[in-house]
């Protein structure tokens, strides 16, 4: 919880001084390159969390990987290195992209369906989202989990509608439980 909380300071003060520089677009690509190779590659999130590995060394690897950085990263990378918070990157990588999201007005709709959305379907589901939440700048994706049977999950931000027949097939359990035994 502690280095949420880091992270997010962290990703704030970056988000200020981008927006300072005039480049928060590019730090936002810079920062959705990190989350998703650190995310994606687990050797190097556990050789940046590692307290065996020499800074020196995870320095030396980031730098190998991310060559076209922009010089606002290049800071940050220099100032976890100095305050010895280099394994919170990806956490502020996350949070720098909520935040700029939430400054550009970006939302993600999660839509959660038993079988993969179709093209035709997710540009209708997503034009129904943007219909309904006034807004244009929606990002969709798209979750499977059979468990749901069939119709789907919609989540925006804090708003979730449930409209899967896994939920249908157990609130009607429930009601009829309670008719049962009343």
């Known amino acids: 919880m502690y280095g949420f909380r880091v992270a997010n300071r962290y990703a704030k003060a970056l ?9 928060a677009e590019r730090v936002f690509q810079d920062m959705t390159l990190i989350h998703k190779t650190i995310s994606a590659n687990k050797e190097l999130g556990h050789l940046l969390d590692s307290p065996i590995v020499k800074t020196v060394v995870k320095k030396n690897v980031l730098e190998k990987i991310f060559v076209d950085i922009s010089p606002e990263v290049r800071r940050l990378f220099k100032l976890l290195i100095e305050n010895r918070r280099l394994s919170i990157l990806n956490q502020v990588a996350q949070k720098f992209i909520i935040q700029y999201d939430g400054h550009k007005n970006n939302k993600t709709a999660i839509v959660t369906t038993a079988v993969p959305l ?5 540009s209708e ?6 219909s309904l939440t006034q807004n244009r700048n929606i990002t969709l994706e798209n ?14 931000g804090d708003i979730q509608y449930n409209a899967s027949i896994a939920y249908k097939l157990n609130k009607l359990k429930q009601d009829f439980q309670e008719k049962l035994f009343a």
Do not use: C, H, P, W
């Open 15 to 23: 988000l200020e001084y981008a927006l300072q520089q005039n480049s």
């Open 143 to 156: 979750k499977v989990d059979e468990n749901i049977i069939g119709g789907f999950i919609l989540r925006i």
């Open 118 to 122: 179709t093209e035709t379907m997710r």
């Open 125 to 130: 589901v997503l034009r129904k989202i943007e």
